[in-house]
């Protein structure tokens, strides 16, 4: 026997038409990268979708067909979004910051039929064309001519219907960034992105409503704007969509259109940070602020917290649509005091209902939750990667549905989970770890450092023993002694740096992640004093 109940496929399509049918008239804003903004809502979003999905027909595409965009956030790019899922295709956002032979290899890897891209990038598109074997069509997302965007919708039909079929079927596609070995895809589901964004409403994770106007910083290259245009349509919140990050442009926008929400990497928060510090300014109506895509300094959450702001601190991966864990405020958060309100939110948080976290040790055994033991990190749940795409298939899971997550975590009683590194980025020193993350988190907090990266380097005696690299502020004279003395009671004394060294700046990754790997590489076999 079977229940009574209707069980409509979960489709996104059906989020979208839900957003243009009850929050019709709320306001999607672009801001674009020539400086001019434009207001659309979420009805015309949903016309030009149903457009483009039309377009996409008339070309010749067809059900499982991928079209990729390189593109920055704007109302264009949230139309093709729903309008290739529309057509029952893939939309394969490509991160437009990775180097040319990774561009090439994940357009080809993905076999996509259609390339939109913004003028910004022509010169990207036009170097990669004689390269890519697969893409038939380019079309220019801000292009004013014949194969810009919107003609391209202008001469199409608003009558389109959409494509249906199973909730298990693709509709989108990202890569990972691929520290190791070439990038493997990523290929959402309707149902898994529908579920996902119910569960991101939470008031424990992203705290959405109708009133909320969010501004993603994150791109929507980075785990699908971290869900944010799925969540924002079934709630129909406000989207406020910037082509550029420029910390004064995004300013500019928080106070002129009222954001309540926003979501980006630390680096994105510091460089804001530091442009009001140089040129003054205010949060607006800022009310809470998601933190994810590497560990949030404990002063940048301070920094925060005190302007009155919320911090949703953040973990999670491609692999997990993004959100893991979020940091969900304790039953008894309003007895805490600052510093300890602090502690809580500079871990990682909880999962929401749905996901199910575990940690386990180099035997494969299970670890308590007990608040000190780390382990490897595995996650799974309906918004949790089966398989990579294509050739690089097999399972990424085990028999039981986990999902080992490379990562390195603590998991409390409380159900709280706490990254204590990346598994290649752990320093082994005697035997024992330490976390890179936790040093340069706490050195952040020092005055004059702008930012900074641990690294293992070889030693005789200790196998590894930690290097810090510290950018400055500008204009600071912050020395190796301040530092030291600074850190010296934040850390265990046997986790101080051998040596801190200062320079001019750290790579980062095309997501804005310090590149460790290239700093392992470079300082492995350097020589540390007394080494
Ligand atoms: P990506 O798939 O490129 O977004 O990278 C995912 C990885 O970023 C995770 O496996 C973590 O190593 C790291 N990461 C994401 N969020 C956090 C966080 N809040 N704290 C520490 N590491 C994080």
Redesign the pocket.
């Known amino acids: 026997m079977i229940g009574a109940m209707q069980a409509p496929p979960l489709r996104v399509t059906d989020l979208i038409d839900h957003a243009a049918r009850e929050h019709g008239p709320r306001e999607i804003v672009t801001r674009w990268a020539d400086g001019t903004t434009s207001r659309s809502t979420w009805a015309e979003v949903a016309r030009d979708a149903r457009r483009f999905a039309a377009a996409l027909v008339d070309l010749g595409l067809a059900r499982g067909d991928r079209v990729a965009t390189l593109a920055m956030n704007h109302g264009h790019h949230l139309a093709a979004w729903y309008g290739a899922a529309g057509m029952g295709g893939v939309l394969h956002t490509v991160n437009p910051r990775l180097f040319h032979e990774q561009l090439a290899y994940i357009i080809n890897h993905a076999g996509d039929r259609v390339l939109l891209y913004d003028a910004m990038f022509a010169p990207i598109v036009e170097k990669l064309k004689p390269e890519l074997t697969t893409v038939e069509h380019f079309i220019v997302f801000d292009g004013s001519g014949e194969d810009g965007f919107r003609a391209l919708i202008d001469r199409s039909d608003d009558g389109f219907e959409w494509v249906t079929g199973s909730e298990r079927d693709p509709c989108g596609l990202c890569y ?2 691929g520290t190791t070995g070439h990038p493997k895809g990523v290929l959402y589901e309707h149902r898994s992105n529908i579920i996902h964004a119910l569960a991101s409403l939470q008031p424990d994770v992203f705290d959405l409503s109708t009133r909320s106007v969010f501004l993603p910083v994150v791109p929507m290259f ?2 699908n704007a971290w869900g944010v245009p799925y969540a924002a349509a079934m709630v129909g919140a406000k989207l406020v969509l910037s082509c550029t990050n420029e910390a004064d442009v995004l300013w500019r926008l928080f106070r002129d259109e009222g954001v309540t929400h926003s979501a980006g990497v630390p680096t994105v928060w510091l460089a804001m940070f530091a442009d009001m510090d140089a040129n003054g300014g205010d949060y607006g109506r800022l009310r809470r602020a998601v933190i ?5 300094p404990r002063a940048m959450i301070e920094r925060l917290m005190r302007a009155g702001i919320e911090v949703a ?7 997990t649509s ?1 959100i893991g864990t979020i940091g969900s405020r304790p039953g008894d958060w309003d007895d805490l005091s600052f510093d300890r309100q602090v502690d809580v939110v500079v871990k ?1 948080g909880r999962v929401p209902y749905g996901a199910e976290l575990r940690t386990l040790d180099d035997d494969d055994r299970v670890l308590p939750r007990d608040g000190v033991t780390s382990g490897r990190l595995q996650i799974r749940g309906p918004w949790i990667i089966e398989t990579y795409f294509g050739d690089d298939g097999g399972p990424a899971i085990d028999a039981d549905g986990w999902f080992d ?3 390195v975590a603590i998991l409390h009683p409380d159900g709280v989970m706490q ?1 204590t590194d ?1 598994a290649k980025d752990v320093i082994k020193s005697g035997g024992e770890w330490i976390s890179s ?1 936790e040093l340069e988190n706490a050195a952040v907090g020092c005055a004059g450092v702008a930012e900074a990266a641990a690294v293992g380097v070889h030693h005789p005696k200790w196998d590894e023993r930690p290097l810090l690299l510290v950018v400055r502020k500008p204009g600071s004279t912050v020395c190796e002694a301040d530092i030291l003395a600074y850190l010296s009671d934040k850390v265990a004394k046997w986790w101080l740096p051998d040596e801190i060294k200062f320079v001019a700046e750290l790579p980062h990754t095309a ?1 804005g ?1 310090i590149l460790k790997r290239a700093l392992r590489d470079e300082y492995r076999d350097y020589r540390l004093p007394g080494a």
Do not use: F, L, N, Y
């Not at 994810?292 to 949030?296: D, F, I, V």
């Not at 601190?313 to 692999?319: C, R």
């Open positions: 990972t960034s980075h785990a994810g895509g590497s560990a949030a601190h953040a973990w999670g991966m491609t692999e993004p990682q997550t490379g990562d990254i990346r993350i997501t992640k």
